[in-house]
């Protein structure tokens, strides 16, 4: 299982939001239908699995430097959580619970890796995104290498403290809207906002300090 492809990588630092999406949907309807272990049990619970399952690799993405290891946390959560669903108290937090499974288990398994273990850049291996549709011609951005852009923004996710890395996370590779990354990491919406807003600023300062002179662009406003 590897990580979805994200929002162009650029955007983090870009104020507007990528399109939301919505992963509290019928989710009360389908936990009940997955715990009561009946015959539709397997295919509601498979329905939670797509429908977090963007969610959970973010998540266990802000916690882990490898994203393949993510991989392999994010589907041993699923599998504690079908073990443990009947456990659950209030279907309608089925995606916070889920969250919590994740975090200790990329967790645990951070202790795990060895000192030598460093961050991956994301999708090395995938097709160059196009440039946001926000940048205007001429953006410094587009005079650095991509590879290097990327290896910045893992740096800079990596630099982040864990709540801040799962916002930014859940932000621009599950397109969670401010309201419903709060509802998961138990935060209010401006909390998000605050740490979303101090995570572009801190991108943005290490992607202009690699632009040449004369280029870079002014810091934002406060």
């Given at each position: ?129 196009a440039a946001s549709a926000t940048q205007a011609p001429g953006d410094p951005l587009e005079q650095l290498d991509r590879a290097e852009v990327r290896q910045i923004i893992t740096a800079v996710l990596q630099s982040l403290d864990e709540v801040t890395r799962c ?56």
């Open positions: 299982m590897g990580l979805p492809a994200p929002q162009p990588l650029e955007t983090i630092a870009d104020d507007a939001p990528p399109e939301p999406h919505d992963t509290s949907r019928d989710t009360p309807h389908a936990v009940c239908a997955a715990a009561g272990r009946s015959r539709e049990a397997a295919g509601a619970f498979t329905t939670l699995i797509r429908r977090f399952e963007r969610t959970a690799l973010a998540v266990a993405f802000a916690i882990l430097p490898d994203p393949h290891a993510a991989g392999d946390v994010t589907q041993e959560a699923f599998v504690r959580a079908w073990q443990r669903l009947a456990d659950l108290k209030d279907p309608d937090r089925f995606g916070p619970w889920l969250c919590n499974i994740v975090r200790n288990l990329a967790i645990d398994r951070r202790r795990r890796l060895r000192p030598g273990d460093r961050a991956q850049p994301l999708y090395e291996d995938a097709q160059p995104h916002a930014v996370t859940l932000r621009y590779f599950d397109s969670l809207p401010s309201k419903e990354i709060g509802r998961l990491l138990e935060l209010s919406p401006a909390a998000v906002d605050m740490r979303l807003s101090r995570a572009r600023l801190l991108l943005r300062e290490k992607l202009s300090a690699l632009a040449p002179e004369g280029t870079r662009p002014k810091a934002p406003d406060q």
